[in-house]
């Protein structure tokens, strides 16, 4: 189909997807929910079943998810998006992840609603200096070798300001940033197209990593980066973010002058 067929008003539903979406790959094997604690545990069940790559857990409302540093991402039933995409990336793929993932979200949010969200590294979306996505990336292999990558995405779409206010970080939806809803079939189905299209370009060989930047809003500011690893757990970095190198890590120019 066309692809001004994804601003549609059909019901956000199994079917009105599997009619209009245009991937070859991504969200081609759909699993639907009305209602789970977390897309992310499902993915994980059919992954171990050896679902194909491309794989999509889809929910109506998520009463359990969980975001980076164990944030909890609830979702309200008909407000948002709440999915988990099986994918098995080569070694040189798995590190643009990031890249791909806040990408696919950036386009959808713009294709939708004509915003222009930015991104926070390393890879939360922005919209008006508020969250308006989540992402969330957990590698797994199995004791046969194969591994796969649970990609976690939650855009926010049609919430109101009553059901952001407790949210930490502040947060946005499409619909309080333009004033009106928007389907969220068409942002789906864009998700999946800028996911599929940019995953397939990295494994080509292309390079994301200028387009990455000129959406990063961190750049060219003083900020403050503690790590959450165990082993550097309370370690704290206060400086001017310089850049990020080819593998979209930030560079940070201390007060000393070191990089």
């Known amino acids: 189909m066309e692809k001004d067929s994804y601003i549609t008003s059909e019901p956000f539903s199994a079917e009105s997807i599997k009619n209009i979406l245009t991937t070859n790959f991504v969200g081609r094997n759909l699993f639907f929910f009305d209602s789970l604690p977390t897309t992310?545990?499902?993915?994980?069940e059919q992954a171990a079943l050896g679902a194909p790559e491309g794989t999509v857990?889809?929910?109506?409302?998520q009463t359990a998810g969980r975001g980076r540093f164990d944030r909890k991402w609830v979702v309200k039933k008909d407000t948002s998006i709440a999915t988990s995409i099986i994918l098995r990336p080569s070694p040189d793929v798995v590190t643009k992840l990031h890249m791909i993932c806040s990408l696919a979200v950036a386009f959808s949010i713009e294709k939708t609603s004509g915003l222009s969200p930015e991104i926070k590294w390393p890879n939360d979306v922005l919209v008006n200096k508020k969250k308006i996505s989540g992402i969330l990336l957990t590698a797994n292999h199995f004791l046969n070798g194969h591994g796969y990558v649970n990609v976690g995405i939650g855009i926010n779409v049609n919430q109101q300001t009553k059901d952001l206010i407790d949210i930490t970080p502040p947060a946005t939806s499409i619909n309080e940033a333009i004033?009106?809803?928007?389907?969220r079939l068409g942002v789906f189905c864009y998700l999946m197209e800028g996911l599929e299209r940019y995953y397939l370009e990295v494994g080509r060989g292309k390079n994301l990593l200028d387009t990455w930047r000129s959406y990063l809003g961190t750049l060219g500011k003083a900020i403050r980066v503690q790590w959450r690893r165990e082993d550097m757990a309370g370690f704290v970095e206060e400086g001017y973010a310089e850049d990020v190198d080819d593998q979209g890590r930030l560079i940070l120019r201390l007060s000393d002058g070191s990089r």
């Open 179 to 183: 004033g009106y809803s928007v389907p």
């Open 57 to 61: 857990i889809l929910a109506n409302e």
């Open 40 to 44: 992310m545990d499902v993915a994980d």
